[in-house]
Each structure stands twice: as structure tokens, then as C-alpha cells.
């Protein structure tokens, strides 16, 4: 995991520098956060994280500018998880889905296609599509099972 979020994290230096932007200690924890770190975190989430090992290293401003930026070069994707009403970035910009858990708000990456996409409708081409199944994951949902007896 550490050497594919080292070459993640290499490629989004290369990208920020080749658009002109200077890396900063702000944005070099902010990408090392973002990417070895952390699983697609809110920007409050972020802040918090780096705010605990460096604080007032950055602000929470610096972090929606950032995370913007990122965005806006293609090096995170931000997607809206509806079950609890927050943004999160993801740093896996293929198109995918997620599985958001109801119980413990982890969120999953979910590498099977959309079932909109082609041609739907009356003449309507989908060309991207997005899912997010809500539910329980398998660690959250362990023991509620292992509290069940089986009645023989």
C-alpha cells in the first residue's frame, strides 16, 4: 500500500508542479495525508487528522483550497454521500461506486459497473453513472450475527 500511495502521491507533485503550483508543507501533508493515510475523508476529516500531528500547520480553509485544486486537476474525485450529508474526496479517480456503511460510515470502493450506463431511455445516452449502496458492513455486521442463537 505504501509504495502504490508513494507513486500516487509522486504523480500528484509532478501534475501540481507541471500546472505552475508550488508545493507548500501545507499541500505536501495534505497529499501524504490524502493519499497514505487516510480512506476517502471528508475536508473536516483531513483537517482534523493533520491538525493533530501539526497543529496550525494548516487551516481549514487551506483545505477546501487545496482539495479544490486537486479536484480541479483530476488528481482527486469528490463525490456526496447522501446517507449522511457530507462531501468526500476519493484519490481512486476511475470511474466506481461506494459502499457507504449505515452503522460504522466507513465507505468502500465498488469496482462494478453502473447498471445506467449506454443508451437508456428515449433516445438518452448515460455516459457516467453513479451508485451508492447503503447498508452494514461485513466487520459492523459480525457481531450482530454472533449475538443471534439458532433456535434447534
Known sequence: MAQHSSVMIGEAEDKLKGAGIRMTVQRQLILEYLFARLSHPSAEQLYEAIYADYPKVVSITTIYNNMRVLREL?????????????????????PHHHLYCLQCGGITDYMASAPLQGRIGDGFEASAAYVEISGICQDCSMPRLAGRHLAI
Not at 80 to 92: A, F
Open 74 to 94: 483530476g488528481l482527486v474525485k469528490e463525490f456526496y454521500i447522501h446517507s449522511s450529508g457530507t462531501t468526500r474526496y476519493d484519490t481512486n479517480v476511475q
